[in-house]
């Protein structure tokens, strides 16, 4: 539930215009945004450097060198913890549970960079390569179930599946039970990351989470007693300087890699398909061009990342983007906004996939980059490259588009295309 009253904010950098968009304006929960959220972030961009959102207590931070620069600051926290009462990240926290281990991605250091240094043991780059053989396997074997269709949903037919089946292959998930593992995962996020979500949703992801603990320390106790060559026994046996995990934070580091894994993954196959697909000279290019593939993930990780906000906290009284600040202050960071950056990029609403020097925050940045880049990027470029060998007529379905609802992500329900 919202605050009544929102915190009283003492200092801004200047006069701010009422009519920029604000609170749920920014959301999926606004038809507009939903259609475009990037005209919206440009708007709230070129407001100023930093907007006060009392609506949801938060702070919003655009421009891409003021993005870039918190996104490296070690003296902000992520831990929803340490925000002040009524602040977004505050009511953030309260819509979890608070009785299970927290997970890394809302850590601060000593406790992140601890668990950071165990998964990175694990969760190598040697592994994730090692995989590259059975990811073009799987891409391949999702196609051939759609020979002979006219028209396929791309989401559920392909984006869905190959990510999911690619970490469950890797943390050795039996493949009859990778289906409970999406819709696990899938329930849990949509009330986890969504503090407006609703009661039945929320109830939901209660009993998804419990499902699915049930199953992963099943998954442990075996791999403990008989060791496997799968990243769960991997992460039972990461060791820094005679540091272990523990079982929870095992539980808690698969839910992680899921989560990242899933959903995030999914929605950049998805975006990225849908932007190839309505700008047909951008798809008749990568064709010609496959040399530019690698290239084309990275545009369509800046042009419509999966995700298109990133949250710290402030610990003391400092200035932030040049704006005075008080501590446990909730500052959203609009990954989308900075991405779109016209000092940055020329042309940003132009989706270019030839485009020169591609800079974007998609994946975050400092001590948090996120721990699965590597291996998204290699699964968008065998997703797409496969797609396109596959489907060499493939082209869009007339058809509204339909985006999730959940907060700071930007993914597509459904993609029907004609193959």
């Known amino acids: ?44 961009r070129e407001a100023g450097r ?3 959102d009392p609506l949801l207590g938060r702070y919003i931070v655009s421009r891409y060198d003021d993005v870039h620069a918190i996104l490296n600051d070690r003296d902000l926290a992520v831990d929803p913890r340490k925000a002040a009462e009524g602040t977004f990240n505050q009511i953030f926290r309260a ?36 995989m590259r053989p059975r990811i073009h396997e799987i891409a391949n074997e999702l196609l051939d179930a759609v020979e002979g269709q006219e028209t396929v949903d791309l989401m559920a037919a392909f984006c869905q599946p190959f990510p999911t089946i690619v970490i469950a292959e890797m943390l050795g ?3 009859a039970d990778q289906a409970d593992f999406k819709r696990w995962t899938d329930d849990s996020v949509a009330a986890g990351f969504d503090p407006f979500a609703s009661e039945g949703t929320k109830k939901k992801a209660e009993i998804a989470g419990e499902q699915f603990q049930a199953y992963l320390r099943k998954a442990i106790a075996e791999r403990r007693a008989a060791p496997r060559a799968d990243l769960i026994t991997a992460l039972l046996h990461a060791e820094d300087n005679g540091d272990f995990f523990n079982d929870d934070e095992v539980l808690s580091m698969i839910s ?22 309505t700008n047909p000279d951008q798809l008749q290019l990568l064709r010609e061009r496959p040399d530019l593939l690698a290239n084309a993930v990275e545009e369509m990780l800046r042009y419509e990342g999966p995700v298109t906000f990133s949250g710290r906290i402030t610990v003391d009284e400092r200035e932030i983007a040049g704006c005075p600040m008080h501590t446990g202050q909730s500052i959203a960071l ?16 132009k989706f270019d996939i030839a485009r020169e020097d591609i800079d974007h925050v998609a994946f975050g940045g400092g001590r948090r980059y996120c721990l699965g880049a590597p291996l998204a990027r290699l699964e968008a470029q065998i997703g797409i490259e496969t797609l396109l060998k596959r489907l060499p007529n493939l082209r ?24």
């Open 1 to 44: 539930m919202l605050p009544e009253s929102p915190p009283r904010v003492d200092h801004m950098t200047g006069p701010q215009d009422p009519t920029v968009p604000t609170g749920l304006a920014l959301t999926p929960r606004n038809p507009e945004y939903q259609k475009d959220p990037f005209t919206l972030l440009d708007e709230v």
């Open 50 to 52: 930093v907007i006060h």
């Open 95 to 130: 819509r979890r549970e608070e009785n299970r281990t927290p997970s890394m991605l809302f850590l601060d250091p000593p406790d992140h960079d601890r668990l950071r240094a165990l998964v990175t043991k694990a969760f190598t780059p040697r592994s994730i390569e090692a």
């Open 173 to 175: 998930v039996d493949p």
């Open 256 to 277: 992680l890699l899921l989560a990242a894994g899933n959903v995030t993954t999914t929605d950049l196959l998805g975006n990225g398909m849908k932007n190839l697909l």
């Open 334 to 349: 609009s990954l989308g906004g900075a991405n779109y950056d016209p000092r940055l990029h020329k042309d940003p609403h």
């Open 396 to 419: 869009m379905a007339e058809q509204e588009l339909r985006w999730k609802t959940v907060p700071a992500f930007r993914g597509l329900e459904q993609l029907i295309v004609e193959v």
